[in-house]
């Protein structure tokens, strides 16, 4: 039936009109039979075959009527207008395609449509506003009747159309979609989120809480890779609510998923994102469908993201459906592949990173191990040394008795004297020894019972500090007084601290006999008193020789010293140059491990001296580089500094 309007059409409009519906329809066809043939896809491919198949139907009427009336020069049938059917069961099959099959499109497709409508009707409005606002302002001049108004208008809509279109089209995203998050923001988002986690509970926390704040829905988990294991376990997860706001229990925290799981190892073959949907359509799965789609049931998910890291499947993205009731868009799938790639070198760096601190917690339980072996060798060696050294200084006083009772003397008394002093320096050496050896044993069972404080062979008291160190320092210069050597002190007189007397006592004699053997006469050692913060320091400052930087991190080790035997060997205590054993600084980093204060040094060799066996004259006005006292205060020097934790 035709009106007659449509009657009055010129002919060359309605062939126009005939022409582009045509090209229209066999482009759009011609352009699924190229999906079938050529896409990866076979929901595309499925899609395409509907399609085909609908407007094969649909065309089926009209084609025959037109052959048989071609062939037989007459009409067979009452006529009616064939193309009724085509207009029917081809848009019918197309909305079955979109509906059953398009998943991920519909919704870009509607929104741009809408958008375009509503633009269209805008415009539309717009030059119809334009013009009667126009007519009534310039009626009388008949400017309304020249083409350059509507080429003004033309150029309004070339400059306006796209921030118009923008603007509404995001207005129809907030009305119909609930579309929350800005696309390029939450990739950002993502970036800056997990670049930096190197814990597999906080990635998973942080992959699980980006997807749900930006994609709202009812439930998701995170599954990694559990090599160990060989299963996919869960390290975040959201839990279902009831309509009241209760938490829906979940088994999913105590289950895992195998890796030889047949859902699985789909997914590692395919390394793209499955739906439900997949599941039921696409002829990947159909093999074990039924598998499949109770996995996915077992898991509330409709959705399932692989997280890949060089084409090894290492985690899932599982999420459940949205709360508005929607299906995922793909600006949602675009953004939740982003989520997956970033998630799975979050999860690589974690792995390496857990590695690594694997590997130094394993060298670090064989350094104890190693620890413990040279302590027991160092202990059995002390008891060894012990009895035989008991015997030989017996022998040693009996054949001096004897030889001695001769006359003259078989062997003079300056050679026993000697033997007797190195003994005694044994002797030293192996009570020393045994000392740091249970020292080291007592912290290591109070590390283990975790009940270090709690030993009551010391006595804490509260110490006022200027005038204690001043006391050690008087009784040090009385020791030393053969020595030109200058010691002060300095600092806060108000210090005040909480610690047993006899211990700080025995670590500064111990300092600052150091810093004396250590500084030519006419040096100076200073003793310093400060606080920084919540930190008291006691700091020995003496302006001698120096530690080279080889020896300066062995010199907490024990049983070390920077001298050779020979050069200290005949030396008395505060001599120049008398050396020591190192059991000492052993002893005090010992005691700031137990009773919880720090001990450090800083040092610089002298420039004049710079190895252990170029020798200072022990003065420095015999020095041949220093012209006074302050070349060798410049030289070098050392600082010992104790670090008292105070609240």
């Known amino acids: ?274 739906t439900v949907y997949d599941i039921q359509e696409d002829p990947f799965f159909f093999e074990s469908r039924e598998v499949y789609l109770e996995r996915f049931l077992n898991l509330d998910a409709v959705l399932i993201v692989p997280i890949i890291y060089e084409e090894r499947l290492t985690g899932l993205i599982v999420l459940g459906g949205k709360k508005s009731g929607k299906f995922y868009r793909q600006e949602d799938i675009n953004l939740l592949r982003i989520l997956a790639n970033q998630g799975a070198i ?113 006595s804490i008291e509260m110490i006022e500090l200027y005038p204690f160190i001043e006391h050690i320092v008087k009784r040090i210069k009385e020791e030393a007084q053969h020595r030109d050597v200058q010691i002060s002190l300095e600092g806060d007189k108000t210090l005040a601290l909480s610690m047993d007397s006899k211990i700080l006592e025995e670590i500064l004699i111990g300092l600052i006999k150091n810093g004396v053997e250590n500084t030519p006469d006419e040096g100076m050692i200073k003793v310093i008193l400060d606080r920084k913060e919540q930190w008291i320091q006691i700091k020995v400052m003496d302006f001698g020789i120096g530690i080279t930087k080889e020896n300066q991190g062995h010199l907490f080790d024990g049983l070390f010293h920077t001298l050779d035997t020979e050069l200290y060997s005949s030396k008395k205590p505060y001599d120049f140059g008398a050396g020591g054993k190192g059991l000492d600084l052993l002893r005090f980093k010992t005691y700031a491990q137990r009773y919880g204060f720090e001990i450090s040094v800083g040092s610089e060799r002298c420039r004049y001296l710079p190895t252990d066996r170029d020798l200072c004259p022990g003065r420095i006005s015999k020095c041949p580089h220093c012209k006074n006292t302050g070349d060798c205060y410049r030289s070098g020097g050392s600082t010992f500094c104790l670090s008292f934790r105070v609240r």
């Open 1 to 274: 039936w035709v009106t007659p309007e449509m009657a009055n059409v010129p002919r060359v409009w309605s062939l126009v009109l005939t022409v582009y519906l045509a090209l229209s329809l066999f482009f759009f066809l011609a352009s699924c039979v190229q999906l079938w043939i050529t896409s990866s896809s076979e929901i595309t491919k499925l899609r395409s075959k509907i399609i085909l198949l609908g407007a094969a139907i649909s065309a089926s009427i009209p084609l025959s009527e037109t052959v048989m009336n071609t062939v037989l020069q007459k009409h067979l049938v009452p006529s009616f207008n064939y193309y009724l059917p085509f207009l029917v069961i081809f848009p019918t099959f197309v909305g079955y395609s979109i509906v059953k099959h398009n998943l991920f499109d519909i919704d870009a497709i509607i929104k741009r449509t809408y958008g375009y409508i509503v633009t269209t009707g805008s415009v539309g409005g717009g030059y119809a506003l334009f013009i009667f606002l126009t007519n009534l302002a310039f009626e009388k001049f008949g400017f309304t009747k020249s083409p350059i108004l509507h080429f003004i208008f033309i150029l309004g809509v070339v400059f306006f159309f796209n921030p118009i279109r923008n603007q509404i089209q995001r207005l129809i995203d907030r009305t119909f979609y609930r579309l929350e998050y800005d696309y390029r923001e939450a990739i950002q988002r993502i970036s800056d989120s997990l670049r930096s986690l190197l814990n597999f509970d906080e990635i998973g926390r942080r992959i699980i809480d980006i997807a749900s704040s930006t994609l709202f829905m009812e439930w998701g988990c995170i599954l990694i890779e559990n090599a160990n294991e060989k299963s996919y376990l869960p390290i975040a997860w959201i839990e279902k609510r009831d309509p009241l706001g209760h938490p829906i229990p979940l088994s999913l925290s105590k289950e895992f998923i195998r890796e030889d799981d047949p859902l699985i190892q789909r997914i590692a073959r395919r390394k793209k994102e499955v």
């Open 346 to 458: 979050a999860i690589e760096n974690a792995r390496l990173h857990q590695a690594r601190i694997e590997v130094l917690e394993q060298s670090r339980k064989e350094l104890e191990r190693l620890n413990k072996a040279k302590s027991r060798a160092l202990d059995h060696l002390s008891h060894e040394l012990r009895t035989p050294l008991s015997v030989v200084q017996g022998i040693t006083r009996l054949i001096k008795q004897k030889t001695q009772s001769q006359t003259p003397p078989l062997i003079k008394e300056e050679i026993y004297n000697s033997l007797e002093k190195n003994l005694n320096r044994i002797f030293e050496i192996q009570q020393e020894t045994e000392q740091i050896i249970r020292t080291y044993e007592k912290l290591e069972k109070k590390n283990n019972s975790k009940t270090i404080g709690r030993d009551y062979s010391i």
